[in-house]
């Protein structure tokens, strides 16, 4: 067993920032703004979370979506910062004759059934601009990748980590929901 010595952090004031560029490029292989599951830790909320602190431990860590699982690790939805507003989650508890603190995060999720995901494979031979194209036609912010050999999510690719891979903003545009274009059409 080796002794390590401690010190002290008081005279410390400055991190470390990588030197390395994260820069990307449109005609970057889109492997390049890819968060691979198998490098780095999916960041999950468990499903018994209530939805109102899922949104505070969000606005805490700056995160504007989390993957929720059960107890026993089992994907089952995604939950972004959008279905957490205010607006969504009276709604929810009004349909659900609840109260906004009764709601769990499964109550706001988006299902997993209702996700759409780029394929692995596809992404190894994709460049950024087929991944930018893709997000902005589909009005998404997050897109999961899956890799059906593997039977697994395999990551995630985020707009704003685009944005700032690419320093240039994204914008996507919100699609109208249901009850909108409902709404419009009588």
Known sequence: MRNLQLF?????????????????????PALDVFTDFD????????ASTSALETGEIMEKTHANMRLVVDKND??????????LSELNMLLTAK??????????VTDVMVNREDLQAFDYEQIT????????????E????????????????RGLIAASDLAKKLSMPIEIHQRPSFSQIFSSAH
């Open 74 to 83: 089992k994907f089952l939805g995604v939950i972004t910062l959008h279905e």
């Open 39 to 46: 490098v780095a830790r999916p960041i999950v909320v468990d």
């Open 8 to 28: 002290s952090t008081a005279s410390i004031d400055h991190l470390l920032w990588s030197s390395q560029e994260e820069n990307a490029y449109l005609d970057s």
């Open 125 to 136: 031979t994709a460049k950024v601009s087929d991944i930018v194209r893709i997000l902005k």
């Open 95 to 104: 349909k659900l004759n609840h109260t906004i603190e009764e709601l769990l």
């Open 138 to 153: 589909n009005s998404l912010h997050h897109m999961l990748v899956i890799d059906h050999q593997q039977h697994h999510i």
